[in-house]
């Protein structure tokens, strides 16, 4: 198993430019996520999934869009990039919790510049 | 609001010390605490986790001491390593349409010295 990976794994977009990160996962998770990492500032939720079709907000969802197509593939969509994007950006997964607890499965991350 | 907090910052420790990072969270409905461990350039991984119900899990030489009462857990590395030098994250979440989303705390930079 590949786990979850993401692509690209850096890109530098100048402001006003739009793209897309791409995240899939081949664990047959129905959870997945989206988190960015800012120095100082932890682990922040962006968006998530409960399966194919549903998505909801996260702590900081403003700027991006989701969509989950499949169980598989969750892109995250930025519109309109701003400075304040730029961040490294996780995508994790994770299948149903049993025994009152789940891991979450990270991919490598894409650093995002946005000039 | 930050749910929940996280101290130190970074750590610096040497080689066969305890290194020991807090956490206290603010939700009494968080029911399960884990930890992650990063390392430069990759992702988080799932290093050890805690339910309220027990006030301390070991697995090697991590430990998580839990305080229910206190809404305190922190996470004990005893014998620390160089190996262990990376960013350690803890994290609050509880049950919601199946899955546990985790909040997290704002990191600790640990450096192991040799």
């Known amino acids: 198993n590949a786990g979850v990976t993401q692509t690209p794994k850096f890109q530098v977009l100048k402001t006003g430019q739009s793209m897309t990160l791409q995240c899939a996962q081949d664990m047959n998770h129905e959870y997945m996520s989206w988190y960015r990492q800012d120095p100082g500032m932890g682990l922040r939720l962006i968006h998530y999934s409960v399966g194919a079709g549903i998505t909801d907000q996260g702590e900081v969802p403003n700027g991006y869009n989701v969509s989950r197509s499949t169980t598989e593939d969750f892109p995250l969509r930025l519109l309109s990039a701003a400075p304040s994007q730029t961040s490294v950006y996780f995508c994790?997964?994770?299948?149903?919790?049993?025994?009152?607890?789940?891991?979450?499965?990270f991919g490598p991350g894409t650093r995002l510049t946005v000039l | 609001q930050q749910q929940v907090k996280q101290s130190p910052q970074s750590l610096i420790v040497q080689k066969g010390g305890i290194s020991i990072i807090n956490c206290a969270y603010e939700?009494?409905?968080?029911?399960?605490f884990p930890w992650y461990q990063q390392f430069p350039g990759k992702g988080p991984a799932l290093l050890i986790a805690i339910r309220p119900d027990v006030s301390e899990k070991k697995e090697g030489r991590f430990t998580i001491s839990f305080n229910k009462s206190a809404k305190q857990f922190s996470l004990h590395i005893m014998d620390s390593q160089p190996g262990d030098s990376a960013t350690y994250f803890c994290a609050a979440s509880m049950e919601s349409g199946g899955s546990y989303i985790p909040t997290f705390g704002r990191g600790t930079s640990l450096i192991v010295h040799p």
């Open positions: 994790a997964s994770s299948s149903r919790a049993v025994a009152g607890g789940n891991e979450q499965f």
């Open positions: 939700n009494t409905a968080f029911d399960y």
